[in-house]
């Protein structure tokens, strides 16, 4: 599997990692994995089942029992699609706290790397370059000013028919990256080996052609 290439997108909250990664995916014809998806059915399984958010060993019990459907954008949970819920900051906070624990993380390992298929693989999360696939092609850190992120996770809720509100969103993303940087496994940051993408200004469209050109630079470079 080492020779199949990794294109891993980490970065803080509603920086645009998974929109761009999708497009990187797309435009290759490579797999996709949304890693943080991973963790919020988790946070959102441990809520229907009424597991407590810091009962490590039940909740990477469930971790690694998630009966769960990637399909066309879309995610199921036991059967039921569950996209849209999924995204609300109450799961996203969920999520970030039983990241938090050690065998949680070790539950979704092999999960995430059984993504890793033939013709390669695009993967967007915090710690995809770091720990999950250190081997990665191309590693890029994709991030955007915390208000910008604010503004973009406030446009995406309320076009879901989320009611949401500004300003208590950013307080929550300031506070989910914080815990995400602080924590001692898989922290949130830039790895050395990472290309920094700051999109506070940039279109997606951008964005994909920036991700693109350094994937391709790479293989170039590396090429007969
Ligand atoms: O889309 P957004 O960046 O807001 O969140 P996400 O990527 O869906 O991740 C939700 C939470 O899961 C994050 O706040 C992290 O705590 C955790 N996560 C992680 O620890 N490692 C990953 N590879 C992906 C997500
Ligand atoms: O995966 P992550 O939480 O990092 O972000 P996302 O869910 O892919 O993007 C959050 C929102 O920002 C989406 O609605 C994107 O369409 C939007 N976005 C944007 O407006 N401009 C960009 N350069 C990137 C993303």
């Not at 539950?107 to 790397?113: I, S, W």
């Not at 991030?143 to 929550?172: C, H, I, P, V, W």
């Not at 506070?200 to 994937?215: E, G, N, P, R, W």
């Amino acid at each position: 599997s080492t020779d199949i290439p990794v294109i891993a997108i980490d970065g803080p909250s509603a920086s645009g990692k998974g929109t761009v990664a999708a497009l990187v995916a797309r435009a290759l014809g490579f797999h996709y994995l949304d890693s943080g998806a991973l963790y919020r059915l988790t946070a959102l399984a441990a809520q229907r089942r009424g597991v407590a958010l810091d009962d490590e060993a039940a909740l990477a019990q469930l971790a690694r029992n998630l009966d769960v459907r990637f399909e066309g954008g879309e995610i199921w949970l036991d059967g039921e699609r569950v996209s849209d819920e999924l995204r609300t900051e109450r799961i996203g906070n969920g999520a970030s706290k039983v990241a938090a624990l050690p065998a949680v993380r070790t539950a979704l390992l092999e999960r995430q790397r059984a993504f890793r298929q033939a013709p390669g693989l695009v993967t967007d999360g915090r710690d995809m370059g770091s720990v999950v696939f250190p081997d990665a092609a191309t590693k890029i850190f994709l991030t955007a000013s915390a208000e910008e992120r604010a503004q973009r996770r406030y446009k995406q809720l309320m076009e879901k028919g989320f009611d949401a509100n500004l300003s208590n969103l950013l307080e929550e993303l300031s506070e989910r990256d914080a815990r995400d940087a602080a924590r001692s496994v898989a922290p949130l940051k830039q790895g050395a080996d990472a290309i920094l993408l700051e999109t506070t200004h940039l279109s997606i469209d951008q964005a994909v052609a920036t991700v693109l050109a350094c994937y391709q630079a790479r293989q170039s470079g590396q090429g007969a």
